[in-house]
């Protein structure tokens, strides 16, 4: 971490709790800004194929919500 980092860090930590919280939020959600456009296009992939696995009777859904596989 660099010094102006660790500054910041220092700064942010002094602040009250829900200030302090606010902050943490905003930093999180700032990297969740960030899609990496291989891992959404994965998501959509494995989405496609569950709905498919399900549709054609390959998995099974028992009341509990759990799935299972058929062989």
Do not use: F, Y
């Amino acid at each position: 971490m660099t010094q102006e980092a660790q500054e910041l860090l220092q700064k942010a930590l002094a602040l009250p709790d829900k200030e302090r919280a606010e902050l943490a939020g905003n930093l999180i959600s700032s990297l969740d800004a960030t899609i990496d456009p291989d891992v959404d296009a994965a998501w959509q992939q494995e989405i496609v194929q569950r709905l498919h696995d399900v549709r054609s009777g390959k998995t099974l859904h028992k009341e509990t919500g759990e799935t299972e596989q058929v062989h």
